[in-house]
């Protein structure tokens, strides 16, 4: 099973509940991509915030799981979004994140969510906390 198969087969249970897929992934940027339906959605029929920011968050995660060291988790500790344009539902969301800083103790990721044209609906800087197993 290639890498993006995996990542998908074990995104969480919230992840696979809104409908997010991951496209490619390396260590230097993951992209994903989640259909906006009804569900997503508020009252206006665009892309609730919230779901929005999960999917940055989602993102972020998994760039930081694809370089933690062995034995190592990772939980959110930090995240900062801004809004730009509306997804309406029946659209696409289109998302890319790359690594601003990986260190040993955090990592800082960024987060473009685009329509399906490829315009910036969203920018999201999120900060990872690495966990290592203890001793």
């Known amino acids: 099973m290639d890498l993006v198969a995996q990542l998908n087969d074990r995104l969480s ?9 991951v496209v490619e992934a390396d260590k230097e940027r993951v992209t994903a991509e989640l259909a906006v339906h ?3 959605c508020n009252p206006a029929s665009v892309a609730h915030g919230g779901c929005v920011m999960a999917f940055a968050d989602n ?8 370089n933690l060291p062995a034995g190592a988790t ?9 809004f730009l344009r509306p ?3 029946g659209s696409k969301l289109m998302g ?3 690594p601003v800083h990986r260190g ?10 685009m329509t399906e044209e490829g315009k910036l609906a969203a920018m999201v800087t999120q900060t ?3 966990l290592m197993p203890e001793v």
């Open 38 to 40: 009804e569900d997503l």
């Open 59 to 66: 993102l972020g995660a998994i760039g930081t799981v694809l």
């Open 74 to 82: 990772t939980t959110t500790l930090e995240s900062k979004t801004n």
């Open 104 to 113: 040993r103790k955090t990592m800082v990721w960024q987060t473009r969510v």
């Open 87 to 89: 997804v309406p539902a």
């Open 128 to 130: 990872q906390m690495v």
């Open 96 to 98: 890319e994140t790359t």
């Open 13 to 21: 249970p919230f992840a696979k509940f809104i409908g997010m897929r």
